[in-house]
């Protein structure tokens, strides 16, 4: 099964069943995009750095509030969020390292055991052009689980157990245009872990459809929700692609 629907998260997961989701996997606004800037590295003296795609650090007006606003939106979104996911169900949210702390204050008013914050380790991180600071080589995300009971885990061998996970950089590589794309590897990482076939996952901010996609692969049920039409249209041109490889559609 796989539902997608454009609109505002705030409204459409009133219209998804309480505690009918096995799993949220999402990557919300962070709330850091840089108005108008972008770096040029086509000129580049040194090959190893030197690419034709600039890098933006504009990634659009939905990633840029008022800070206020923003934790409101933040709060707003996750609440709604977590009373869709069953007991023992769990919710894994990327988030800026700078107030992913955030979701735990969050956590316990909402029914939710903090049970990690796992660490993305981008092998191929944007380069220290000015060499004043380390390279902006991780991002974070929260994870949590409903209830006080069990919750789907999946332990592989223990090399692969670690509270982190190494892949390239989608939104490098990419696939779609979406500044923020994160790479299927990821998410099906993920997944594996804290979901099992037949299960339905949700994404509040499907941005280009990588979860939708890394569902469809694994045989997971997905609900996708984006707000941009544009970037709708993407994650749900992929995603139906992806169900033709798989049958689905």
Request: aromatic share 12%; charged share 25%; proline share 4%.
């Amino acid at each position: 099964m796989i539902r997608l629907l454009n609109g505002d998260c705030l409204d459409l997961l009133d219209e998804i069943e309480d505690e009918s989701i096995d799993c949220i996997l999402t990557d919300p606004p962070y709330n850091i995009s840089q108005c108008g800037k972008t770096f040029n590295r086509s000129k580049l003296s040194s090959p190893t750095v030197r690419r034709e795609k600039a890098i933006n650090y504009d990634f659009g007006i939905w990633d840029r509030m008022e800070r206020d606003d923003f934790l409101l939106f933040t709060k707003a979104w996750f609440e709604k969020a977590c009373k869709k996911l069953k007991i023992g169900g769990t919710i894994i949210s990327f988030f800026s390292k700078e107030d992913i702390s955030v979701f735990h204050w969050m956590s316990e008013r909402n029914n939710i055991k903090t049970r990690t914050i796992f660490c993305w380790h981008k092998s191929n991180p944007v380069p220290q052009f000015r060499k004043v600071n380390y390279l902006s080589a991780t991002e974070f995300a929260y994870i949590g689980s409903k209830g006080d009971q069990g919750w789907t885990f999946n332990f592989g061998y223990q090399k692969d157990m670690h509270n982190f996970y190494e892949t390239p950089n989608g939104s490098i590589y990419s696939v779609t245009d979406h500044p923020t794309e994160k790479p299927v590897q990821l998410m099906r990482h993920l997944l594996e872990i804290h979901t099992n076939e037949g299960d339905t996952v949700l994404d509040p901010f499907m941005g280009s459809g990588t979860t939708g996609v890394g569902c469809q692969q694994l045989g997971r049920n997905f609900i996708g929700i984006e707000k941009d039409e544009h970037y709708f249209q993407v994650a749900k041109n992929r995603i139906e692609n992806e169900g033709k490889k798989e049958n689905l559609f």
